[in-house]
Antibody, heavy 116, light 107 residues
Framework: VHLLESGGGLVQPGGSLRLSCVAS????????MGWVRQAPGKGLDWVSG???????HYADSVNGRFTISRDNSKNILYLQMKDLRLDDTAVYFC???????????WGQGTLVTVSS | EIVLTQSPGTLSVSPGGRVTLYCRAS??????LAWYLQKPGQAPRLLIY???SRATGIPPRFSGSGSGTEFTLTISSLQSEDFGVYYC?????????FGGGTTVEVK
């Protein structure tokens, strides 16, 4: 099982980014997947989840601005982020569920910096 | 939103020592609690899920217990690779939430 995130970078407030998480060793569509972020020097903060039943879930802080999705043919999980704010600055990890939304496999993370 | 409060904030322990970490939920979460260890510059690693089930590859020195609002993670004999920040996480219901973390450092 391996997860590799990409798509992070520097963006201005109000801008957009799309993060990708390429999965190998398992099928993304058959598993619940999530995004968790970590602001510099801070703790873990759950962002979004996508179940194998296609149900999506979002933290209140990103609801309406972020969209989680997957491409089954490419085995990739995405996080589309718009209207980015300064406090969205963080390392974003994608993660694979093992049981009831606990995450057994994580990527190395991709850094999103929102700054003018 | 259910808040998870971890204690203590920081723990200084000698290698080989026994460690108990605490996580308190603001409302009952039954047994839906996971524990992670994060080392600097790394992603978190799942240790325990559903309060007491060890994740794949986690040694038996790690044990979890509790239900409702009070949970503990015990490390029976701390090894050098066990130092870092421990987080608890509410599972199963949304929003998922994490505790603020407990740092376990070398004494």
């Amino acid at each position: 099982v391996h997860l590799l995130e990409s798509g992070g970078g520097l963006v201005q407030p109000g801008g957009s980014l799309r993060l990708s998480c390429v999965a190998s060793g398992f099928t993304v569509s058959a598993n619940a997947m999530g995004w968790v972020r970590q602001a510099p020097g801070k703790g873990l903060d759950w962002v979004s989840g996508l179940g194998s039943d296609d149900r999506t879930h979002y933290a209140d802080s990103v609801n309406g601005r972020f969209t989680i999705s997957r491409d089954n043919s490419k085995n990739i999980l995405y996080l589309q982020m718009k209207d980015l704010r300064l406090d969205d600055t963080a390392v974003y990890f994608c993660a694979k569920d093992v049981w009831a939304w606990s995450f057994e496999a994580w990527g190395q993370g991709t850094l999103v910096t929102v700054s003018s | 939103e259910i808040v998870l409060t971890q204690s203590p904030g920081t723990l200084s322990v000698s290698p080989g020592g026994r460690v108990t970490l605490y996580c308190r939920a603001s409302q009952s979460i039954d047994y839906h609690l996971a524990w992670y260890l994060q080392k600097p510059g790394q992603a978190p690693r799942l240790l325990i899920y559903s309060a007491s089930s060890r994740a794949t590859g986690i040694p038996p020195r790690f044990s979890g217990s509790g239900s409702g609002t009070e949970f503990t993670l015990t490390i029976s004999s701390l090894q050098s690779e066990d130092f870092g920040v421990y987080y608890c996480q509410r599972q199963n219901s949304f929003p998922l939430t994490f505790g603020g973390g407990t740092t376990v450092e070398v004494k």
